[in-house]
């Protein structure tokens, strides 16, 4: 098994005035040898303590066992609140409690095989697309494309069309661009005039376009619930005859009020979905493409598998579940390049770990980056080895070291809906093509809100027909 590129670590921590000026482009960059080897570490910033948190005994502590301790940091709140206002990925307490219960019947396993069917179709549609793959073309966009169709389709049951999707995907390009931006200027307690420049209007702007086009469509529905509601029988058929998680979302009332979401809550959390659940899966296939590519054993192993099991059934849930190795080629892709690369929490009170004395406030980062590539936790952490799920290469067990999709009650809700629509995908693609590098190119991994490739994934895609002809 051979070692896929991640940027080299620098020997020694960068001061902090480096770090502000030169590593706002990703926050890889700012890591160091030490920190791929550490259990927890401080980092002074001016009026703010930041601790990274990597031991697994301390991690289980801050997500599972004292969560109420440990909410979500504010200042991530602050930074999303144009584009997801109070969804469900930054609230906390019982405003967080109330959402998990009204999200949580639309995840239910049973309701994500039930989407299988929307999720084929965008798959299907992608294949089309495929066929005018240039040689040496970049996937990622297509990545992108077809995760954001899927979360459209599945959600709102809406077909993304190539212009909406280009306004908005490339809306949500520039708000990724300016997010990290203003975190820095946060965390370093910039004046509140210097974090509104014209940086923050061009983020602003970029998330009043997603939400626009999200409102636009929810609207109608959201009215057809309404009239539901009021006893229109012909709406109320309608709004429960529909597949979509947007009709599960209009229908489920909170547990003590009785009520059901109101539209802009609604907004929230369709756009917190649509955030949530397109760009970090996009990320992973790319990354999980450009394993494949690099290992040509383990992706014909995977397309046999694939073969193997299509010739006994049409592509199904079932079917899907067989194939274990494109299963774990995606798990292992999650690994190595964990599309959430930090997870942020606050001290809600003072406390002590590991000899540190912690202030209420302070930041608490857990890295799933960090821990995935941990010597302690990992054999080779930087090798791609899809078998170690199966075989008996696990230091630890899984339950310590692997958090791709966080852990504890704020485990991420669409975890079996990620893997779901990955295997489908690229079960479709190793199907249909085989595929490699375009000579002499590399992706150069960057962390920004996802861990993504800065120049992309540039494939080439050939028949597996023409292949073996
Ligand atoms: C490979 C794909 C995905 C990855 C790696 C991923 C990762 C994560 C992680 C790490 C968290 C926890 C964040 C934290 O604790 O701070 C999370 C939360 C969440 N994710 Fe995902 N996610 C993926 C796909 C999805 C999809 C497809 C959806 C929905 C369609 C989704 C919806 C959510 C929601 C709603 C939360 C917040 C849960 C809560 O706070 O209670 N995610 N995700």
Not at 305 to 311: F, G
Not at 314 to 338: G, H, I, Q, T
Request: positive net charge; charged residues 25%; proline residues 6%.
């Amino acid at each position: 098994m051979s070692c896929p590129v991640f940027p080299k670590p620098a020997k020694s921590k960068a001061s902090l005035w480096k770090v502000f000026f030169t590593k706002r482009h990703s926050w890889l960059d700012a890591l160091y040898e030490r920190s791929y080897g550490m259990k927890m570490g401080e980092y002074r910033l001016p009026g703010l303590t930041l601790y990274m948190v990597n031991q697994p005994e301390l991690v289980r502590k801050v997500m599972v066992q004292n969560m109420a301790d440990f909410p979500k940091n504010k200042m991530l709140g602050d930074i999303l609140e144009p584009l997801l206002g109070e969804s469900i990925f930054t609230t906390n307490g019982e405003q967080w409690q109330k959402q998990r219960d009204m999200l949580d019947p639309a995840f239910k396993h049973a309701r994500v095989q039930q989407v299988f069917g929307l999720m084929q179709s965008a798959v299907t549609d992608m294949l089309e697309r495929l066929k005018r793959h240039q040689p040496g073309q970049d996937i990622d966009p297509e990545m992108t494309f077809v995760t954001a169709d899927i979360i459209f389709r599945t959600i709102m049951s809406a077909k993304l069309n190539e212009e909406q999707a280009n306004r908005i995907l490339n809306a949500f390009v520039r708000f990724q661009a300016e997010s990290p931006k203003l975190a820095l200027k946060k965390m370093f307690r910039l004046p509140g005039f210097l974090q509104r420049g014209a940086s923050e209007r061009k983020r602003l702007a970029a998330a009043q376009e997603i939400r626009g086009t999200i409102e636009d469509i929810i609207r109608p529905r959201y009215r057809q619930a309404e009239a539901a509601r009021a006893g229109c029988p012909q709406s109320q058929a309608e709004l429960e005859n529909r597949q979509d998680i947007l009709s599960s979302l209009l229908l489920t009332t909170d547990k003590t009020s009785g009520q059901p979401f109101g539209f802009d809550e609604i907004v929230d959390q369709v756009s917190m979905l649509f955030l949530a659940g397109h760009e970090t899966t996009a990320s992973s296939l790319t990354w999980s493409l450009y394993l494949l590519a690099t290992h040509p054993h383990i992706q014909q192993d995977a397309h046999e598998e694939v073969t193997r099991v299509l010739a006994e059934q049409p592509m199904s849930v079932e079917a899907l579940r067989k194939m274990v190795l494109v299963r774990d080629v995606f798990r292992e892709a999650l690994r190595l390049y964990p599309p959430v690369g930090f997870l942020s929490r606050e001290c809600a009170h003072a406390t002590e770990m590991r000899d540190k004395k912690m202030k209420a406030g302070s930041s608490v980062m857990i890295s799933p980056w960090l821990i995935h590539r941990h010597q302690d936790y990992w054999h080779k952490p930087h090798d791609f080895d899809p078998y170690r799920f199966t075989g008996k290469q696990l230091k630890t067990p899984l339950s310590k070291s692997y958090l791709p999709f966080g852990a504890g009650p704020r485990v991420c809700i669409g975890a079996a809906f990620a893997q779901q629509e990955s295997s489908l995908i690229l079960a479709s693609i190793l199907q249909h093509y085989h595929i490699s590098l375009a000579e002499g190119f590399e992706p150069q991994p960057v962390g920004r809100l996802t861990i993504r490739s800065e120049n992309g994934l540039q494939l080439n895609l050939t028949p597996r027909n023409k292949q073996e002809a």
